[in-house]
């Protein structure tokens, strides 16, 4: 799955914004466009291990489309979390991207994590366009995640307070 990615939009709503979802390798040329990435609260769940000079590469091109935040979580989360802080810390831009470590172990409160705890800095509040999950992996596990995060949303409702 080197350039594979599936997109699914409506996946549901919440303060207004929508949820879209994205699932895609680690090592993948495909990032979402830097529009779309500098307007969204992102949450990257990864399914996979990858080294360390991959994920780099990956983080320093989501990094470069300066998204509003990001939460990550999933396998290797807090690795993956220093790694990001290190990397925003080194490639400093104008627009200061929040950061979350999503610390749930059950995908269902992790979700209600980045919905309820992910938010952009004031100064970036107005650029908020939507929420976007990333779900990062080349396995039948990121597979299932997706399809479970996409049921979640859907079915959900009142306990996400999703739309």
């Known amino acids: 799955m080197t350039d594979a990615k599936v997109v699914i939009k409506g996946a549901g709503s919440y303060l207004e914004r929508p949820i879209k ?4 390798s680690v090592r ?15 949450m ?5 291990a ?3 000079t991959t994920l780099k590469s990956f983080f320093e091109k989501i990094i470069s489309r300066m998204p509003l935040s990001v939460m990550i979580a999933g396998r290797n989360a ?8 290190h990397l925003l810390s080194t490639n400093q831009h104008e627009k200061h991207t929040m950061t979350y470590l999503g610390e749930e172990d059950e995908l269902k409160n992790t979700l209600w994590q980045f919905l309820h705890t992910s938010y952009p800095a004031e100064e970036r509040f107005e650029e908020w366009k939507e929420y976007l999950i990333m779900i990062v992996g080349e396995n ?4 299932r995640i997706l399809s479970k995060t996409v049921s979640l949303i859907k079915s959900s409702k009142p306990n996400l307070n999703v739309s």
Do not use: C, K, R, Y
Not at 44 to 48: C, D, E, L, Q
């Open 140 to 143: 039948e596990e990121s597979q």
């Open 78 to 85: 807090e690795q993956h979390f220093d790694l990001l802080l």
């Open 28 to 42: 993948s040329s495909f990032i979402p466009a830097d529009e779309l990435i500098a307007s969204t609260v992102l």
């Open 50 to 52: 990858p080294d360390e």
């Open 21 to 24: 979802l994205v699932m895609v």
């Open 44 to 48: 990257i769940f990864n399914t996979a």
